[in-house]
């Protein structure tokens, strides 16, 4: 299913866009960014479902996905779909945040789901892609929600790293 693969990968690449963010509002200091780049490498390793909701042709869309060690699942139509989780993957995401440019500004405190967060805005250019949002980061630091803009579209993650369990249901994704 080529068209779920894509989705699968613009929504990896929206999470990590995402957890960049908008407006700087407040002057930036040059370890701004290094929680954040920290706590979406971070979030890649560790177990956790997230929850992205964006508004397409009017409607509201949520997508559900869940990442174990080893596999990520993606709910498609009601439907869960599974692929590995390579380990070249980890470094394809360092280097491509390496190579992105990351401009953040700690916007204060807040609380997502009744936790503590600090939350950061971020923009991020990542060869043609410019985003621009927020990310709440908790005290463990990971992203516990991010909004984001990009190519005319606005996407909002919550994450949770304390729920990650594999859906007994899921089909593995073919490649046709």
């Known amino acids: 299913m080529p068209s779920t693969s894509r989705t699968v990968r613009t929504t990896a690449k929206a999470l990590i866009a995402a957890s960049v963010a908008c ?11 290094s929680p954040v780049k920290q706590a979406m490498l971070a979030a890649a390793n560790t177990p956790h479902t997230s929850t992205i909701t964006r508004v397409e042709d009017g409607k509201t869309v949520t997508r559900r996905m869940i990442q174990t060690k080893d596999q990520r699942y993606v709910e498609t139509k009601g439907q869960w779909r599974s692929m590995p989780v390579a380990p ?18 700690r916007l204060g405190s807040e609380t997502v789901n009744g936790v503590a967060a600090t939350v950061y805005a971020v923009h991020i250019v990542n060869e043609d892609v410019t985003s621009d949002g927020k990310i709440w980061l908790g005290d463990r630091g ?6 984001n803009a990009s190519e005319g579209r606005n996407f909002t993650t919550t994450l949770d790293f304390d729920h990650a369990d594999a859906p007994p249901d899921a089909q593995p994704l073919s490649a046709r």
């Open 142 to 147: 990971l992203p516990l929600k991010v909004e």
């Open 88 to 105: 070249e993957d980890q470094a394809e995401r360092e280097k491509s945040l390496d190579a992105a440019k990351l401009t953040c500004s």
């Open 23 to 33: 407006g700087l509002t407040a002057p930036a200091y040059a370890d701004d960014c």
